[in-house]
């Protein structure tokens, strides 16, 4: 710091000018006299001169010295981290990826917690960033110990990652940043003074299922897809098993795709490959996707309206006929604002009237997907349903839905009779099916047996929580009005507390292709100007040190002064 700073040498200069003052001081010539009557006894003078003498110094060389080093040291300007500035952010990339074994037999992970030990030695504090799939995680402030700890101890099995929206974040701020990944930056990406991009990983082959896939036949056999794709490999070690029956155990050229038909009555379908790189993407497990069915009372007096409904229904493949305990009800009667279940109202119009549109739907609603309304003919009367407007001819209103978090849908459909075009219409199975889905959706239990780790989905249960049973043990959900959104992170068998089994599954080609995964470094350390943010100058307590010296220099001075003069 003192060669970079011009002042400060010359005053290091100057210290060495300050010894040698007091080392070479001059003797005083022999000059003979006749007579010393005239002449007064004084002390030798010691300042000055070219021979060395004796080093005998008095106190106030050292007061000078002391002086002179304060000042030197205030024109160095010496900083120290600021207490806010002694924390260091460290981003760690949690995808699957980081889990790839490199050469040497160890993890990216484990190479960026032996990074995180290098570059956060300097620091007291450091604040973790996890950066997975969704949205960056705060995982707290911590020792730089208990950081590399953590992230050593880490489970990466994100199927994307959160990199880049997470140093847009802590970029706008000041402070040492630190990312930690298997990917090099994008060329896209400028990063500012005191951001490091750190890449642990390496440039691996690997292959991975990209797609897996199963679903019912006619017949009740299940057909089973998969895809394999290799980066950087050329063939893969494939197979398929239904229980315990071996279906396929072959060495397949890469890229692959194998449509398998099951025997009836198979419950688990495996797919698994052989070793390699990456570990997480080599292995599939598909339950069979059993149909969910709703329980539907028809309570329909007009017979045509009955016919329709009826035929509707049975068309879906999904009705089982209950009037005990329905879980939708059809009926062209009075709505009970009580009943648990759901229920479509048939609303019948007064003074009725064929309109022709235009139609303005909420194309928002789920119901009305697949529901094309142009050139239909309908029946509206004066008499509006109540409920909020779904779909309305002008300002009449034709479909209303009545729902809330604590109550079961009731959807009115203004109709008469089944005379209208919408019920002669495609329009009108295709707005029974979207009912009947979206009521087994609603259902407790599960919608689908096969989720992709990273994957929100719904959950239902009967009560205020729903158990599950994780790899990693029991997981307790708090539902409201019934649901909750989950995301599951860990591939591996799941099941619910009532017994019912369900598979997560990683499927991400983006994290399997690993040839973009690299050692290196990008950014650079703070600049001055970044410096001077995030340091505290001490350059003025050094100065005042050398005022009070010069101070005490000068009264020791006038003290001798004043006693001369007294002598």
């Given at each position: 710091?003192?060669?970079?700073?011009?002042y400060?040498?010359?005053?290091a200069?100057?210290?060495?000018?300050?010894?040698?003052?007091?080392?070479?001081?001059s003797r005083?010539?022999?000059r003979?006299v006749?007579s010393?009557m005239?002449?007064?006894k004084?002390?030798r003078?010691?300042?000055?001169?070219v021979?060395?003498d004796?080093?005998?110094?008095?106190?106030?060389?050292?007061?000078e010295?002391?002086?002179?080093?304060?000042?030197v040291?205030?024109?160095?300007?010496?900083?120290m981290l600021?207490p806010?500035?002694r924390?260091?952010t460290v981003?760690?990339?949690?995808?699957a990826?980081?889990?790839?074994?490199g050469?040497?037999?160890?993890?990216?992970?484990e190479h960026?917690?032996?990074?995180l030990?290098?570059?956060s030695?300097?620091?007291a504090?450091?604040?973790?960033i996890?950066?997975?799939?969704g949205e960056p995680?705060?995982?707290?402030t911590?020792?730089?110990?208990e950081?590399?700890?953590m992230?050593?101890?880490?489970e990466?099995?994100?199927a994307?990652?959160?990199?880049?929206?997470?140093?847009a974040?802590?970029?706008e701020g000041?402070?040492a940043?630190?990312?930690?990944?298997?990917?090099?930056?994008?060329?896209e990406?400028?990063?500012r003074?005191?951001?490091?991009?750190?890449?642990?990983?390496?440039?691996?082959?690997?292959?991975g299922i990209?797609?897996?896939s199963?679903s019912?036949?006619?017949d009740?056999?299940?057909?089973?897809?998969v895809?394999?794709a290799?980066?950087?490999?050329?063939a893969a070690?494939?197979?398929?098993?239904a229980g315990?029956?071996?279906m396929?155990?072959?060495?397949v050229?890469?890229?692959?795709r194998?449509?398998?038909?099951?025997p009836p009555?198979?419950?688990?379908?495996t797919?698994?490959?052989?070793?390699d790189?990456?570990?997480i993407d080599?292995r599939?497990?598909?339950?069979p996707?059993?149909v969910?069915?709703?329980?539907?009372?028809v309570?329909?007096?007009?017979a045509?309206?009955?016919r329709?409904?009826?035929r509707?229904?049975?068309a879906?493949?999904r009705?089982?006929a209950?009037n005990?305990?329905?879980?939708?009800?059809v009926?062209?009667?009075?709505?009970?604002?009580?009943?648990a279940c759901?229920?479509l109202v048939?609303?019948?119009p007064?003074?009725a009237?064929?309109v022709?549109?235009?139609?303005?739907?909420?194309r928002?609603q789920?119901?009305?997907?697949?529901?094309?309304l142009e050139g239909?003919?309908?029946a509206?009367?004066?008499?509006?349903p109540?409920?909020?407007?779904w779909?309305?001819?002008?300002?009449?209103?034709?479909l209303?839905?009545d729902a809330?978090?604590?109550?079961?849908p009731?959807?009115?459909?203004?109709?008469?009779?089944?005379?209208?075009?919408?019920?002669?219409?495609?329009?009108w199975?295709?707005?029974?099916?979207?009912?009947?889905?979206?009521c087994?959706e609603a259902?407790p239990?599960l919608?689908?047996?096969?989720?992709?780790?990273?994957?929100?989905v719904?959950?239902?249960?009967a009560?205020?929580s729903?158990?599950?049973e994780?790899?990693?043990?029991s997981?307790?959900?708090?539902?409201?009005?019934?649901?909750?959104?989950?995301?599951?992170t860990t591939?591996?068998?799941y099941?619910?507390r009532?017994?019912?089994?369900?598979?997560?599954?990683?499927?991400?080609p983006?994290?399997?292709?690993?040839?973009?995964?690299?050692r290196g470094?990008?950014?650079?350390?703070?600049?001055?100007?970044?410096l001077e943010?995030?340091?505290?100058?001490y350059?003025?307590?050094?100065?005042?040190?050398?005022?009070?010296?010069?101070?005490?220099?000068h009264?020791?001075?006038?003290r001798r002064?004043?006693?001369?003069?007294a002598?």
């Amino acid at each position: 710091m003192i060669f970079g700073i011009p002042y400060a040498l010359l005053g290091a200069v100057m210290v060495g000018g300050l010894v040698a003052v007091y080392l070479f001081r001059s003797r005083a010539r022999r000059r003979p006299v006749s007579s010393l009557m005239l002449w007064q006894k004084v002390a030798r003078p010691r300042q000055g001169g070219v021979r060395r003498d004796v080093l005998v110094l008095p106190p106030l060389f050292y007061l000078e010295l002391l002086a002179l080093l304060a000042m030197v040291l205030a024109a160095a300007a010496p900083m120290m981290l600021q207490p806010s500035a002694r924390t260091l952010t460290v981003i760690v990339d949690t995808s699957a990826s980081m889990t790839a074994k490199g050469g040497d037999g160890l993890t990216s992970r484990e190479h960026a917690a032996r990074t995180l030990r290098e570059e956060s030695g300097r620091y007291a504090r450091v604040r973790l960033i996890l950066a997975g799939a969704g949205e960056p995680a705060l995982a707290g402030t911590m020792t730089p110990e208990e950081a590399r700890r953590m992230v050593a101890g880490t489970e990466c099995v994100a199927a994307g990652d959160s990199v880049m929206r997470a140093l847009a974040r802590v970029s706008e701020g000041e402070g040492a940043v630190l990312v930690l990944t298997d990917r090099g930056m994008p060329e896209e990406v400028a990063l500012r003074p005191g951001v490091v991009w750190r890449a642990c990983g390496e440039l691996l082959a690997n292959a991975g299922i990209t797609h897996a896939s199963r679903s019912t036949l006619a017949d009740g056999r299940d057909a089973v897809l998969v895809e394999v794709a290799g980066f950087g490999v050329a063939a893969a070690r494939l197979r398929v098993a239904a229980g315990e029956t071996m279906m396929v155990d072959e060495t397949v050229t890469l890229p692959a795709r194998r449509t398998l038909i099951t025997p009836p009555g198979t419950q688990a379908v495996t797919v698994w490959l052989g070793d390699d790189a990456l570990a997480i993407d080599n292995r599939v497990v598909l339950f069979p996707e059993t149909v969910r069915p709703v329980r539907v009372a028809v309570r329909v007096a007009e017979a045509s309206l009955r016919r329709v409904t009826e035929r509707a229904l049975a068309a879906t493949g999904r009705m089982i006929a209950d009037n005990a305990t329905p879980q939708l009800v059809v009926t062209d009667g009075p709505a009970d604002a009580e009943a648990a279940c759901w229920q479509l109202v048939f609303h019948k119009p007064e003074a009725a009237s064929w309109v022709r549109g235009p139609y303005l739907a909420d194309r928002g609603q789920r119901v009305l997907e697949g529901v094309t309304l142009e050139g239909l003919v309908w029946a509206a009367g004066t008499n509006p349903p109540p409920g909020r407007a779904w779909v309305l001819a002008g300002s009449t209103p034709l479909l209303t839905g009545d729902a809330s978090l604590h109550r079961a849908p009731i959807f009115r459909l203004v109709a008469g009779d089944a005379q209208g075009t919408f019920f002669q219409s495609v329009n009108w199975p295709v707005f029974v099916w979207n009912v009947v889905s979206l009521c087994a959706e609603a259902q407790p239990g599960l919608g689908s047996h096969n989720l992709r780790a990273g994957t929100a989905v719904t959950l239902r249960g009967a009560s205020n929580s729903l158990v599950l049973e994780t790899p990693r043990g029991s997981e307790t959900l708090a539902l409201r009005a019934g649901s909750t959104t989950w995301t599951p992170t860990t591939p591996g068998l799941y099941a619910l507390r009532s017994g019912e089994a369900f598979a997560v599954n990683f499927i991400a080609p983006a994290e399997s292709d690993l040839q973009s995964c690299r050692r290196g470094v990008w950014g650079e350390r703070a600049d001055m100007e970044t410096l001077e943010q995030t340091h505290r100058s001490y350059a003025w307590t050094a100065g005042l040190a050398a005022l009070a010296l010069l101070m005490l220099h000068h009264a020791r001075l006038f003290r001798r002064a004043a006693g001369g003069s007294a002598a």
